[in-house]
């Protein structure tokens, strides 16, 4: 699903985020990426997500070079993805309901589609009663719900999260962690950056460790040309 | 994993009519932006309408003096004041000649008798006159030229009347009406070059407005773009809001020039009257609203399209 090969992102003013990083993440996998802050993990999710591109080696997403990738078609590419971020970027003017539907509208699904799979996405994170509520009045771990059911609504064929869990307490934490491993189960490749070690041992899912820009541990082995 | 990339996806027939939903709740929404924000909406609104006014405006004050140019120019007359020695039965004899001619419409005999008395009242001289031994005016005859008749042709019929033997002078008094056309032309330019110069700060207003509107809300355009929104779909609802801008602004400056033309009518019509005509100012015909409603549409739109483009691809997902 994700092959970076050789991949180096510097930025502006000479900071080497990411220094030569080569790894593979198979189709329908759930993995790790770890390491302290700075690292390159967000580095590496900007650029799975389109927001940055490589400055030298490529990144190929689903047999696609996101290096060349022309600007016009980014937003179509994006469409596969789901994104979760830690501080969930839910938009507070508007109800659950309308941030969750957010991607089914702009992929153009009808109107009672819309509503079955928007209801189907909030049962599944056990927010169904909640639908009609403004993001404000949520918890923190609702809060974070509302933003998974966002992303997987339409149902993407990769989960990206970046530190899904860092403004929760322990126990909301698993139950996040666990709806993760929900979609891994029906099919879903995921991939969660998280500096939780703990937790991230308690599950035992491959772990992609990086270092001032670089992997230090790899559980899936690398890339054999790597 | 597929080998194709395929976008989890609708149908063609469910997309096209998502589109049209999409477009539909565009109009709504940015309209219902507008009701829920009223006295900034409202603000933006009357600055279009105040702007629109002006041109529009001098328009219909254009319009109107074309109108009353267009009256004088069908009342010219020739005035032929007779020589002292022609009698009244003569000046008749030659009235009657002349209403037969070709290129005259009509023709009037103000007998002296008649000019000393309306010179008496409207001069205020009054009795002073009485001390006169003899009525210095003469016969007098008004033509009027047949309407088809133009500028040239009117003056070669001065000239002929000029030639019969009983006719003193004849005078025709059009050059201050040429002079007022010309003016007219420059008035007409002016208000090419008001409407122009208005019509861009119209764009100016409406780009601003949006331009603040983007700016406002960036979070929301950040992650509609990280979900996979294309730039049209971002852009569309900024669109609908100058549309409604520019709809709202061109309806208001209509009312507002109505309303003014609604204050002049009175002492315009008694203006009229003075003059002894029947004028009533003329307002907005239904193709100069269309108009004015279109262009002010049209320059809403073209100004949210600028600020988009230049604003909209300024965000991007950090």
Known sequence: MIQFHHVTKRYPGGFEALSNVSLHLPKGEMAFLTGHSGAGKSTLLKIVSLIEKPTRGQAILNRINLGTLPRKRVPYIRRHIGFIFQDHQLLFDRPVFDNVAMPLIILGYPRNEIARRTRAALDKVGLLSKEKAMPITLSGGEQQRVGIARAVVHKPMLLLADEPTGNLDPVLSREIMQIFLDFHQVGVTVLVASHDLGLIEELGKPVITLNQGKVIHDDFGGLDDG | ?318
């Open chain 2, 1 to 318: 994993m597929t080998d194709r990339h395929q976008p989890p996806r609708p149908g063609l027939l469910q997309r096209l009519s998502a589109w049209l939903g999409h477009h539909a709740r565009s109009m709504v929404f940015s309209l219902g932006k507008l009701y829920r924000a009223p006295a900034s909406t409202l603000m933006t609104v009357a600055v279009i309408a105040i702007t629109l006014t002006l041109p529009a405006g001098f328009y219909l004050f254009m319009k109107n003096i074309e109108n009353i140019s267009g009256d004088l120019r069908s009342t010219t007359r020739i005035s032929l004041f007779l020589k002292l020695d022609v009698g009244e039965q003569a000046a008749a004899g030659l009235r009657d000649r002349l209403q037969r001619q070709q290129g005259v419409a009509d023709v009037r005999l103000i007998s002296r008798d008649e000019a000393l008395e309306e010179f008496r009242a409207s001069s205020g001289l009054g009795d002073s006159l009485d001390y006169l031994k003899e009525n210095p005016l003469p016969h007098t005859l008004l033509v009027e030229p047949a309407s088809e008749l133009d500028s040239p042709a009117i003056r070669q019929l001065l000239k002929r009347l000029q030639q019969q033997p009983e006719v003193d002078t004849a005078q025709l008094d059009t050059e201050w009406l040429e002079r007022l056309y010309t003016l007219l032309d420059i008035a007409r330019r002016a208000v090419i070059i008001i409407s122009l110069l208005f019509s861009f700060a119209v764009l100016l207003i409406v780009g601003n407005t949006i331009r603040l509107d983007i700016q406002s809300r960036y979070q929301e355009i950040v992650v509609t773009k990280l979900i996979g929104a294309t730039d049209a779909f971002i852009r569309r609802p900024f669109l609908y809001s100058g549309v409604w801008y520019g709809l709202f602004g061109g309806l208001l400056a209509w009312i507002i020039v109505e309303l003014s033309a609604m204050a002049i009518a009175g002492p315009y019509q008694k203006l009229g009257q003075l003059y002894r005509s029947d004028l009533s100012l003329v307002t907005f015909s239904m193709g100069d609203f269309m108009i004015l409603i279109g262009a002010s549409t049209a320059l809403g739109l073209i100004g949210s399209w600028l600020a988009v483009a230049r604003h909209l691809s300024e965000i991007e997902p950090q």
